[in-house]
């Protein structure tokens, strides 16, 4: 009797399939969800950066607009030209509270998860950037329509409303990107909250937020048309209250106002840039430490 026995079918072997790395704009905005929901998901968490700013528009302004004119400066619309002008400080207040988030995520949340994840390590600092441009947008808006409701004038055109965005966004940027920076390279809370008033307060109150910087000193002047602050102020009355761009002629001293005020706005976006490349770099380094 003859068995016969059938070879085994031969199993080709493959190799597993790595998981799907996720697209970019998908982690991307994983990211910025992420981070809505740590900082950003309660309205007092928005609305608390600006109880100071208000405070400047609706309270300090119209005093101050009614002692001017009291003196015979003129000042009817003095009261508009702070409420535009405390936008230079609603942005750095609200970005530099955005970099305690970043400290705290370092400390004690899920910084060391993301860094594992396959994702470009740029796209968290992104992330959070999209946030705190969506947040500055959110109070911006809520500012000028509470200075329009206190009796602001404002005197914009689509043109206007385009430079007031532009400098609004560049801005923002900028500042996410220093506060991204300080919060990376400073060990404690307590150290970045004590720089607060150095880094986002002070260059307001050299920039023309309260009077011309042609009233400073020579030598102060020129160090304020050094501040990205002063140029985004120069374009925010540009964009919505003085069309002929007073701040801006006293920072460049052209003939032609849309010149200087593209001007400054290119001064404005090469901060940004800059300092957001130097965020990354920063936080990518400050991860492999």
Not at 122 to 129: C, E, R, S, T, Y
Not at 155 to 169: D, E, I, P
Not at 203 to 215: D, E, K, R
Request: glycine share 8%.
């Amino acid at each position: 009797m003859t068995t016969v026995t059938a070879a085994p079918a031969a199993i080709p072997l493959t190799r597993p399939r790595a998981p799907a790395r996720p697209s970019r704009p998908a982690a991307w905005a994983t990211l910025a969800r992420r981070r809505i929901s740590l900082s950003a998901h309660t309205p007092r968490e928005i609305l608390a950066p600006l109880a100071t700013p208000l405070l400047f528009a609706l309270v300090i302004a119209p005093a101050l607009a009614k002692i001017i004119q009291a003196a015979g400066g003129g000042g009817a619309d003095y009261s508009t030209f702070v409420v535009v002008g405390t936008v230079g400080l609603l942005i750095p207040l609200t970005c530099t509270f955005a970099g305690i988030g970043v400290i705290v995520d370092r400390a004690t949340g899920a910084r060391r998860e993301l860094l594992t994840a396959p994702i470009p390590r740029a796209l968290i600092v992104l992330g959070n950037m999209a946030v705190a441009i969506g947040v500055s947008l959110l109070q911006v808006g809520a500012l000028m329509a509470a200075g329009w409701l206190r009796g602001s004038h404002f005197h914009s055109t689509a043109s206007g409303v385009a430079w007031f965005t532009g400098a609004v966004l560049a801005f923002t940027v900028f500042m996410y990107g220093l506060a991204e920076i300080l919060a990376n390279r400073i060990p404690t809370q307590e150290e970045y909250v004590g720089l607060t008033p150095v880094v986002a307060i002070l260059p307001w109150f050299l920039a023309g937020s309260l009077f011309p910087i042609t009233a400073l000193p020579a030598w102060l002047a020129w160090v304020a048309r050094a501040l990205p602050t002063t140029h985004v102020l120069a374009l925010l009355r540009y964009g919505v209250l003085d069309h002929t761009g007073a701040g801006l002629h006293d920072i460049w001293g052209m003939t032609s106002t849309t010149t200087d005020a593209a001007l400054s706005l290119l001064v404005l976006a090469g901060w940004a840039i800059l300092i957001t490349a130097a965020a990354i770099r920063v936080f990518t380094r400050s991860a492999v430490n």
